[in-house]
């Protein structure tokens, strides 16, 4: 891989959290998770991460809220069960790059991070330019 990133998941369902966690380390990612909102308010206060996973609907809030707080804000991919345009529009509002529909392949995944890969290699060009 060409690049590792630091990446965020936020995911209420253990299995889901853990899998996902585990198939973006063997990528060689660094990988930090949180199972709510207000957990990764409180973790995300030490730095930003390249990449914000974070499913929409969460115990205490929903992914939306989260990225909203944020400050900068980091590339992020939205994770839901729903998948209608409004979704798809409500996390493009909220700053999401991309809104993926659950169930989702890791292929599909794999897709976003390289795009992700892909801006932060350009915007790392334009600051060393």
């Given at each position: 891989m060409a690049l590792s990133l630091k990446?965020?998941?936020?995911?209420?369902?253990?299995d889901i959290r853990f899998y996902l966690?585990?198939?973006l380390e063997q990528q060689g990612h660094e990988v930090e998770s949180a199972s709510d909102m207000?957990?990764?308010?409180?973790?995300l206060e030490k730095g930003a991460p390249d990449v914000l996973i974070?499913?929409?609907g969460l115990p205490d809030g929903n992914?939306?809220?989260?990225?909203?707080a944020l400050d900068p804000k980091p590339f992020a991919i939205a994770m839901s069960g729903f998948?209608?345009?409004d979704d798809f529009q409500r996390s493009?509002?909220?700053?999401?790059?991309h809104h993926i529909t659950k169930p989702f392949l890791p292929e599909d995944l794999d897709v976003l991070i390289s795009?992700?890969?892909?801006?932060?290699t350009a915007r790392g060009e334009k600051e060393s330019k």
């Open positions: 990446i965020f998941v936020v995911e209420n369902h253990d966690s585990k198939y207000h957990s990764a308010l409180d973790l974070s499913d929409i992914g939306w809220e989260l990225l909203e998948g209608s345009s493009e509002k909220a700053g999401y790059k795009l992700a890969i892909e801006e932060r």
